[in-house]
């Protein structure tokens, strides 16, 4: 099962959700707004990537929060 981690003002998380659709894919989806996330949760996600925090964060919201 696939689960997308979503932010309701997100165009990036409607357009993957939109994808999913027209593939005919199932996923969870976890509004981190509504529902948040858990250690454990990052945790078993970073061990899924191959570049860490750099697979799953956008350089977009980096460069904000870093120039904020």
Known sequence: MITIYTVSSCTSCKKAKT???SHQLTYKE???GKEGITKKE???ILTKTENGIASI????SLCQR???
């Open 57 to 60: 964060v956008s350089s977009k």
């Open 66 to 68: 870093i120039g904020s």
């Open 19 to 21: 994808w999913l659709n």
């Open 42 to 44: 990052i945790l078993d």
């Open 30 to 32: 976890q509004n981190l």
